[in-house]
């Protein structure tokens, strides 16, 4: 019976303020099996790509009240969304060799005992790493966000933060084909050439060059702005707040610039979601999961008919996930991040 040295990444410690590497260790522990146990449902995987996301942060801290997923227990291997492939299993459903995605653990090989919550590969003329983004959660989120929640329709003036992230790039592209005005900003000049070049918006802004969120955001929508996909927070939200047109819409997808904060910043221009009849929804995927095959099939075709380009950034080896994964709070990545553990 063939028997492997698991290497892990596992949360030393609960954090408080940033994250650092330092706070995670990468550790080859105990010798597995590759079998299930006899008699087991379970399944046994090789985790092949593994998708950062910026909801993990806030696993990283010890919360006194339950959250929305479970804090992360310090010493235990991090558990996450990625793509497997079956390796062992005594279930007629997994046949070694089969792929699926879904929640899995940033470790070489691991048990899942849960297989039926595992979602199958369906689109596998696409690179299988878009399960981890476009084809899996990050599309989920794009999709719902902007078509369920922001109530779009042609000519509508969209605003989206984040706009280069794995989220935003996605959002202001399925923008762009329903006839939108999309502008998007980003923390970098690399980024804004690549929002205005390759990904199709109509303009793009670096906001860490803007003294004056508030003046730059009217100098791109002097008539203001119609839909806000908000995925930082903080200075931005108040910003967009002051340039919103009346009966707007502002999905609240995320609030990045908060995550890493010991006491959330406030915000100041709230009066304006009365003035301005704004409606500001929050939402969370899970919330949408029933739409996923719509989604997932709607994203495929755009990607197929090169309707959308989707970016991806690739860290190689579990050796590097913690570093991909604080990367997301100062804007390393371009596109979606993602870590491949083996690519077979
Ligand atoms: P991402 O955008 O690929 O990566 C995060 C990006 O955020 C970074 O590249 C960085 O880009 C930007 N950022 C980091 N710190 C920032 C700060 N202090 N101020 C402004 N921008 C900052 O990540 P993603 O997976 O697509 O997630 C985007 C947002 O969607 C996050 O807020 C996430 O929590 C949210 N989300 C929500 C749901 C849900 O169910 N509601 C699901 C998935 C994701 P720059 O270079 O532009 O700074």
Redesign the pocket.
Same mark, same amino acid.
């Given at each position: 019976m063939a028997e492997v040295k698991n290497k892990k990444a596992v949360l030393r410690h609960y954090v408080k303020g940033f994250a650092k590497e330092s706070d995670f260790e990468v550790v080859t522990s105990e010798t597995i099996h590759l079998k299930v146990p006899e008699g087991s449902n379970a399944v046994l995987v090789k985790n092949l790509y593994l998708s950062c996301?910026? %909801?993990m942060r806030s696993r990283m801290t010890k919360h006194d009240e339950p959250s929305y997923v479970p804090d992360f227990v310090p010493g235990s291997v991090i558990t996450g969304l990625g793509v497997v492939k079956v390796v062992d299993s005594e279930n007629s459903n997994y046949a070694p060799g089969d792929l699926f995605w879904g929640l899995t653990r940033w470790e070489e090989y691991s048990l899942i005992e849960n297989p039926e919550l595992l979602l199958g590969i369906k689109h596998e003329d696409l690179p299988l790493s878009c399960y981890t983004g476009v084809l899996g *959660? $990050?599309g989920l $989120?794009a999709g719902a966000g902007f078509y369920e929640v922001c109530s779009p329709k042609k000519d509508d003036r969209l605003f989206v =933060?984040?706009a =280069?992230?794995? *989220?935003?790039q996605l959002v202001g592209q399925l923008a762009k084909l329903m006839g939108c005005y999309v502008v998007g900003s980003?923390? =970098?000049d690399e980024?804004v050439e690549l929002l205005k070049g390759k990904l199709g918006f109509d303009e793009a802004f670096n906001?860490k060059k803007e003294p004056d969120l508030k003046a730059a955001l009217k100098r791109y929508f002097p008539e203001g702005i119609d839909i806000y996909f908000e995925? *930082?927070g903080?200075a931005m939200l108040d910003a967009v707040l002051a340039n919103m047109r009346l009966n707007g819409r502002i999905a609240v997808?995320?609030?990045?610039?908060q995550y890493n904060l010991e006491k959330p910043e406030g915000v100041h221009n709230l009066t304006y979601v009365i003035t301005k009849r704004i409606r500001m929804q929050g %939402?969370?995927?899970s919330d949408y999961i029933y739409k996923y095959p719509e989604y997932e099939d709607r994203l495929a075709q755009y990607i197929k008919e090169g309707k959308i380009n989707y970016m991806e950034d690739v860290a190689e080896g579990l050796e590097c996930a913690p570093a991909a994964l604080l990367g997301?709070?100062t804007?390393c990545?371009i596109g979606?991040?993602l870590v491949v553990v083996s690519h077979e």
């Amino acid at each position: 019976m063939a028997e492997v040295k698991n290497k892990k990444a596992v949360l030393r410690h609960y954090v408080k303020g940033f994250a650092k590497e330092s706070d995670f260790e990468v550790v080859t522990s105990e010798t597995i099996h590759l079998k299930v146990p006899e008699g087991s449902n379970a399944v046994l995987v090789k985790n092949l790509y593994l998708s950062c996301d910026p %909801f993990m942060r806030s696993r990283m801290t010890k919360h006194d009240e339950p959250s929305y997923v479970p804090d992360f227990v310090p010493g235990s291997v991090i558990t996450g969304l990625g793509v497997v492939k079956v390796v062992d299993s005594e279930n007629s459903n997994y046949a070694p060799g089969d792929l699926f995605w879904g929640l899995t653990r940033w470790e070489e090989y691991s048990l899942i005992e849960n297989p039926e919550l595992l979602l199958g590969i369906k689109h596998e003329d696409l690179p299988l790493s878009c399960y981890t983004g476009v084809l899996g *959660v $990050t599309g989920l $989120t794009a999709g719902a966000g902007f078509y369920e929640v922001c109530s779009p329709k042609k000519d509508d003036r969209l605003f989206v =933060s984040a706009a =280069s992230g794995a *989220v935003g790039q996605l959002v202001g592209q399925l923008a762009k084909l329903m006839g939108c005005y999309v502008v998007g900003s980003a923390g =970098s000049d690399e980024k804004v050439e690549l929002l205005k070049g390759k990904l199709g918006f109509d303009e793009a802004f670096n906001y860490k060059k803007e003294p004056d969120l508030k003046a730059a955001l009217k100098r791109y929508f002097p008539e203001g702005i119609d839909i806000y996909f908000e995925n *930082v927070g903080g200075a931005m939200l108040d910003a967009v707040l002051a340039n919103m047109r009346l009966n707007g819409r502002i999905a609240v997808c995320g609030m990045i610039s908060q995550y890493n904060l010991e006491k959330p910043e406030g915000v100041h221009n709230l009066t304006y979601v009365i003035t301005k009849r704004i409606r500001m929804q929050g %939402f969370l995927v899970s919330d949408y999961i029933y739409k996923y095959p719509e989604y997932e099939d709607r994203l495929a075709q755009y990607i197929k008919e090169g309707k959308i380009n989707y970016m991806e950034d690739v860290a190689e080896g579990l050796e590097c996930a913690p570093a991909a994964l604080l990367g997301l709070f100062t804007g390393c990545n371009i596109g979606k991040q993602l870590v491949v553990v083996s690519h077979e």
